[in-house]
């Protein structure tokens, strides 16, 4: 593995496992973010393969699987279908679904209230069939996970190509929904996908012994998404939604009865091209100095380049920090040195493999590049405090590389 210091400095928008031996990558990082007008120097971070034999990996997330108040890894595989967990700290392996295929997403929660996390998982996935699968289940947690049975599974809902879940309280309630978005509208087809898709919510019912779950379809004007995450933007006590899409990156605030009250377009990504290759891929958001916050995307859909959106006046202006990721799948945000700004940490599945950091330099009034590893064509990333020191960890899924890598966030 090559990790050689490297630091790309762009102007912002005003200027236009089997193995588990630690490998240190962060002197390289000490060594791009040190200077006069520099904010806190990022971390160092240890490597450790918790699986290098993860055939088809396609997603990553932390969740508390055994009750012990440490994260662990869940990380799914689509082809061959896998779903399975490791356990912190030793990070040994326990199988949740082997019956399962296609599986494209997952999200944690205690749906059933006995008090262990139980598995949201969409699956039988197929973005050239548009018209069947996008089946959503939920695994029940069967109380001690360490026993490798297969957890049982209850039918949700199915929307052809559902591709993204997660959990918000999207209407205030005080109670979680799952979230669907599916990649393309029913009967979409390449390259156009000129379908409306369908992003809806799912409220949990309280007999979960029903056949399918009831849903309140938010919107149905987005299409070729890819991503999506939930913040409370306005401080209303209710998570509005993010998404990537062909269109751009848009915001949507939810009103108490569950339904779409507002589409705000924050920023329209590439839209010079041929499709499917415009908008947004990936999307989250951050903190900036002083309180301000930007919005993080990769560009355009499966694309190459990391992008910031931040402003005053919609749409956003974009600023294009790097257009080198090849193959851009995984983009998250997270404040790595607790200085309370946030860092872009983002890779690609296509060769030359690449996990990239974003560092916001408040004294040069720019972001910069450090690479953090070469050997992980990043499909999925997720990022959580694992072992309560305080210091957000990482960690990442490989697709051609077949690998679950974990980056521990160490004290310099």
């Not at 360490?146 to 205030?172: C, F, K």
């Not at 080198?324 to 946030?342: E, S, W």
């Amino acid at each position: 593995m090559a990790h050689l210091p490297l630091i790309v400095l762009y102007h912002d928008s005003r200027n236009r496992m089997p193995s588990a031996v630690p490998v240190v990558l962060g002197g390289l990082l000490a060594l791009c973010f040190a200077g006069p007008g520099s904010a806190q120097q990022l971390p160092d971070f240890e490597r450790q393969v918790l699986d290098a034999e993860f055939q088809g990996g396609y997603g990553v997330d932390f969740a508390d699987i055994d009750g012990d108040s440490l994260p662990d890894v869940v990380a799914w595989a689509t082809n061959p279908g896998q779903l399975a967990w490791f356990r912190n700290p030793g990070w040994d392996k326990y199988a949740i679904s082997t019956t399962m295929g296609g599986n494209i997403d997952s999200a944690a929660l205690d749906i059933d209230g006995d008090g262990d996390l139980d598995l949201a998982l969409a699956h039988d996935f197929s973005l050239g069939n548009s018209t069947g699968g996008g089946i959503i289940h939920w695994l029940e947690n069967p109380g001690d996970p360490m026993t490798n049975q297969e957890w049982q599974a209850h039918y949700i809902d199915e929307i052809p190509t559902s591709h993204r879940i997660l959990w918000a309280d999207v209407n205030g309630d005080g109670r979680q929904e799952l979230v669907n978005l599916p990649v393309v509208g029913v009967g979409a087809t390449a390259p156009l996908y000129d379908v409306g898709l369908q992003l809806k919510s799912y409220p949990i019912p309280e007999d979960l012994s029903v056949e399918s779950w009831n849903g309140v379809a938010l919107d149905r004007s987005l299409k070729l998404s890819h991503g999506i995450v939930s913040v409370d933007w306005d401080g209303d006590g209710r998570q509005d939604l993010l998404t990537a899409s062909l269109g751009g990156v848009d915001l949507f605030q939810l009103a108490t009865d569950g339904k779409a009250v507002a589409k705000t377009r924050l920023g329209e990504g590439v839209q010079e091209g041929e499709r499917p290759s415009l908008g947004s891929g990936e999307v989250d958001v951050g903190s900036l100095p002083g309180g301000g916050r930007f919005v993080a995307a990769v560009e355009p859909w499966h694309g190459n380049q990391v992008v910031v959106y931040n402003g005053a006046e919609l749409p956003w202006e974009r600023t294009e920090i790097d257009d080198r990721i090849a193959g851009g799948h995984g983009l998250v945000t997270a404040d790595l040195n607790n200085d309370g700004v946030g860092e872009i940490i983002a890779g690609g599945r296509a060769e030359p493999y690449q996990l990239a950091v974003y560092r916001y330099d408040a004294g040069s009034d720019r972001w910069r590049r450090t690479d953090l590893d070469d050997e992980v064509a990043v499909s999925g990333l997720a990022a959580a405090d694992v072992d309560g020191d305080g210091d957000i960890d990482l960690a990442a899924i490989g697709s051609a590389s077949r690998n679950v890598v974990f980056y521990r966030n160490g004290e310099r």
